[in-house]
């Protein structure tokens, strides 16, 4: 059990990996793109969001559903001029000093321990 995280979730639903760049990154229309590994039993149902951080505002790009453990995958999200942001507000994404890959829970087994390994990431 535990306690809930800002968002509702509970310890071991949802977690992510930071990755600080090693300078200030202009995201303004490229594709983010990661490859990534989760460990995790086989009923485990995951969603992905890649994200950049813009001077401390995470700026989300799109989600994908349905990813399952134990297999290579590779997620893209392109940025704008302009990102919308929960709630309405924007932000660009021309000052960025790190990606994160963000994993939410969304059905089977509700809780496990795993490892993330994450093989490249690009922007272009």
Not at 24 to 51: C, N, Q
Not at 86 to 105: E, M, Q, T, W
Not at 108 to 120: C, F, H, K, P, S
Request: proline share 7%.
């Amino acid at each position: 059990m535990g306690t809930p995280n800002f968002f509702g979730r509970l310890p071991h639903e949802t977690g992510q990996v930071i990755i600080r760049l090693p300078r200030s990154t202009d995201f303004t229309d490229r594709t983010l793109t990661m490859h990534f590994f989760v460990e995790g039993p086989s009923d485990v149902r995951l969603s992905a969001l890649p994200v950049v951080i813009h001077r401390g505002a995470w700026v989300p790009g799109r989600m994908v559903e349905n990813v399952v453990p134990d297999r290579w995958l590779t997620l893209s999200a392109r940025f704008e001029r302009e990102n919308v942001l929960p709630g309405g507000k924007v932000s660009p994404v021309f000052d960025c000093n790190r990606v994160v890959l963000i994993l939410y829970n969304n059905g089977g087994r509700r809780t496990w321990n795993g490892a993330v390994y994450i093989d490249d990431v690009s922007w272009k």
